[in-house]
């Protein structure tokens, strides 16, 4: 009985290190996101960052929610990302609402949707 609690013991502590520490980031981008196409660039770009989850996006609200592995990156590198595909990113504080800028789109794709 006693290795047996010994052992339970070991694989517990054992877990525990080697257990994930996922963290959520809520960012706002400039230039604000205004369309799907937007949002599609920044989750294609993120999704190849090594510890990110889950990436959601929101035109309506100007934010980018991203669950992460902090043991694989940090809220820094995930900022410094946006740099690498035409945004720059902060993040927003407790409550913070960003309003959304109007934008008319110049150049369209099939089906309405804006292209920019």
Same mark, same amino acid.
């Not at 525990?16 to 799907?36: E, N, S, W, Y």
């Not at 690498?84 to 309405?112: M, P």
């Given at each position: 009985?006693? +290795?047996?609690? %010994?052992?339970? !013991?070991?694989? %517990?502590? =054992?877990? *525990? %290190?080697?257990?994930?520490?996922?963290?959520?980031?809520? !960012?706002?981008?400039?230039?604000? %996101?205004?369309?799907? $196409?937007?949002? $599609?660039?920044?989750?294609?770009?993120?999704?190849?960052? +090594?510890?990110?989850?889950?990436?959601?996006?929101?035109?309506?609200?100007?934010?980018? =929610?991203?669950?992460?592995?902090?043991?694989? =990156?940090?809220?820094?590198? !995930?900022? $410094?990302?946006? $740099?690498?595909?035409?945004? =720059? *990113?902060? +993040?927003?504080?407790?409550?913070?609402?960003?309003?959304?800028?109007?934008?008319?789109?110049?150049?369209?794709?099939?089906?309405?949707?804006?292209?920019?």
């Amino acid at each position: 009985m006693r +290795k047996f609690l %010994m052992m339970l !013991l070991l694989i %517990m502590t =054992t877990t *525990a %290190m080697t257990g994930k520490d996922i963290r959520t980031l809520v !960012l706002t981008t400039t230039p604000q %996101m205004h369309c799907k $196409n937007c949002e $599609n660039r920044v989750k294609n770009n993120l999704k190849n960052i +090594k510890g990110i989850k889950a990436v959601e996006t929101s035109v309506a609200d100007q934010t980018v =929610t991203i669950q992460y592995n902090a043991k694989k =990156t940090s809220e820094e590198e !995930l900022i $410094n990302a946006f $740099n690498g595909f035409g945004f =720059t *990113a902060r +993040k927003l504080a407790a409550g913070e609402v960003i309003q959304k800028e109007a934008h008319e789109c110049k150049s369209q794709a099939e089906g309405g949707e804006c292209k920019e």
